[in-house]
Each structure stands twice: as structure tokens, then as C-alpha cells.
């Protein structure tokens, strides 16, 4: 199924990047294991600083006991609908560059990069995705054990294959249905001479 929220765009957008959107009304339908890779991989296809692809995944299927955990350390605007996703994934991205004690300064840009790619594959076979940065923070570095000094959370994701809107409640329901808006490309870019 696909949505329509599909934007209206001035220039000749590559139609990948036009169908990516943050979608909340997920049915049951699973995701396999080898599709589930297939996204990864395609992740792992983004550019990082110096090759170093400072990302990692944590992910779980629904109905497993590490699903019901990542769900639990949402917060309460997020929780009623990515319980319906299938899958739930916590993006990490490693502070230190592997074979040097130095920080990446580059960490998060890349692992945004990695979600982003991840994100567009999932569009091309109708899986959608919504990032959450609305989480607990302390509450999912213990509960998977995560390693502040040696990652940051960049963002919790939920995958899943769209559903109507109608299953959802109120109030996201109506943002379900919203249209996308971007600002004007003149707002956030400057021609310098
Ligand atoms: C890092 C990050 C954190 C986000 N956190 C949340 C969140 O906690 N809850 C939510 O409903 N949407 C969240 N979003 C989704 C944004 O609101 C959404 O991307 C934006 O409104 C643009 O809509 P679109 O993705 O459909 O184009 C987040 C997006 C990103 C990239």
C-alpha cells in the first residue's frame, strides 16, 4: 500500500526521496530477516569520515521480550503507535575512531546519513520508518547495557508496513493525514561571492 504523502515539490525530485516520510499507522505484516538485512546493508552504503561507518544497530521483532523493552523506553507520545510497528531499531553511533583514541567529530552526521539510506531502501519496498529521538535516555543505556562513554544514541527507529490511518487515535490520527511541508530552499541556503 502506498500513502499519499507524496509532497508537491518545485524541481524534479528523485521520487525515493519524495516517498521516505514518518509514518505512525503500522499493520501486522512482518519484515523478514532477509529483508531486514537488505536494509542494513544499504545503510552501510553512506558515506562516513574516513570510511569509519560509526554505526550500530540494536534491533528486535515484535512479540520478543527486547521489542516490549525498546517500546517501554519510549516516551508516552510515541508508545500507542510504534507497539504496532514490526520492528524497533536503536541507532548508535561510536564516539572514537576505531584504531585511535581520538573522537569522531563526525559521529552523529554519519550515522544520520546511515538512517537516512536506511530509511530510503525501506521506502523502495514499502516498509516505512519513523526516527524518535522521544525517549528515556537512561532508561535504554541500561536496559541494553549500552556504553555512553563509547556510543551516543543517535535515535530510535520503528519499521513497519503502512496500515490506515483510521486505526490510529487522536491526536495522530490527524497528523497522520497531515501533508508534508518544507520550507522555502531560499529560508536555508545563501549564494556567497
Ligand atoms: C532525529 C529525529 C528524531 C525524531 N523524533 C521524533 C519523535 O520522537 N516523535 C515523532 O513523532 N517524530 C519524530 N521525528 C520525526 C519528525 O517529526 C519528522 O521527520 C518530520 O516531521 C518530517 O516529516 P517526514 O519525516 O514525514 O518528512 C524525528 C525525526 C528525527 C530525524
Known amino acids: 500500500m502506498s500513502h499519499p504523502k507524496k509532497p508537491e515539490t518545485t524541481h524534479n525530485i528523485h521520487p525515493l526521496i519524495l516517498e521516505r516520510w514518518s509514518a505512525r499507522s503500522f499493520s501486522q505484516k512482518p519484515i523478514s530477516a532477509e529483508t531486514m538485512e537488505a536494509l542494513f546493508e544499504a545503510a552501510s552504503w553512506s558515506a562516513s569520515s574516513m570510511n569509519e561507518q560509526p554505526w550500530e544497530y540494536l534491533f528486535a521483532e515484535k512479540g520478543s521480550s527486547a521489542f516490549e523493552q525498546m517500546i517501554d523506553c519510549l516516551m508516552d507520545g ?111 541556503t545563501k549564494k556567497l561571492d
Open 78 to 188: 510515541n508508545q500507542p503507535w510504534a507497539k504496532n510497528g514490526s520492528h524497533m531499531l536503536i541507532s548508535l553511533a561510536k564516539r572514537k575512531f576505531n584504531d585511535k583514541d581520538r573522537d569522531n567529530r563526525h559521529h552523529m552526521h554519519d550515522v544520520g546519513a546511515a538512517n537516512s539510506a536506511l530509511l530510503m531502501q525501506a521506502a523502495h519496498i514499502d516498509i516505512y520508518g519513523h526516527m524518535m529521538g522521544g525517549f528515556h535516555m537512561d532508561k535504554a543505556l541500561s536496559a541494553f547495557g549500552i556504553d555512553s562513554e563509547k556510543f551516543e544514541i543517535a535515535c530510535f527507529i520503528v519499521l513497519g508496513h503502512l496500515d490506515v490511518p483510521e486505526k490510529l487515535d487522536e491526536p495522530f490520527h490527524k497528523r497522520e493525514l497531515q501533508p508534508r511541508t518544507r520550507k522555502p530552499v531560499s529560508e536555508f
